[in-house]
């Protein structure tokens, strides 16, 4: 049954009773007791679409210490090729001097 068929016969517009064949009667009134049946469910029964608020701030706990972990690999980095350009040291040894291993 296509859906121009059903919506014809949901609207009323097909007027003649031989349009609409018996056995497509029955499945189109099938359908609309199913869709008047059929029902959203209460909003106590869905799931949650947004976190708490103690997920929100450990997420923003998390992202500020990233952010900052970052800024200061960031300027480390710099630092250690600087460093490294200006007296020639090799980025081991300048970090193996940091730590007191050599």
């Avoid at 949901?10 to 029902?39: C, E, L, M, Y």
């Avoid at 992202?63 to 350009?85: K, N, P, Y």
């Amino acid at each position: 049954m296509t859906d121009t068929t059903l919506r014809f016969y949901q609207d009323g517009i097909a007027r003649d009773r031989n349009f609409v064949s018996p056995a497509q009667k029955k499945k189109v009134a099938t359908f609309v007791q199913q869709q008047q049946t059929q029902q959203l469910p209460s909003s106590w029964d869905l799931p949650r679409h947004s976190p708490d608020q103690q997920t929100i701030s450990r997420l923003r706990l998390l992202e500020d210490t990233e952010m900052m972990l970052g800024r200061v690999a960031m300027i480390a980095a710099l630092v250690l090729f600087s460093v490294e350009l200006t007296t020639g040291q090799s980025l081991p040894y300048q970090i193996g001097s940091f730590f007191g291993l050599l």
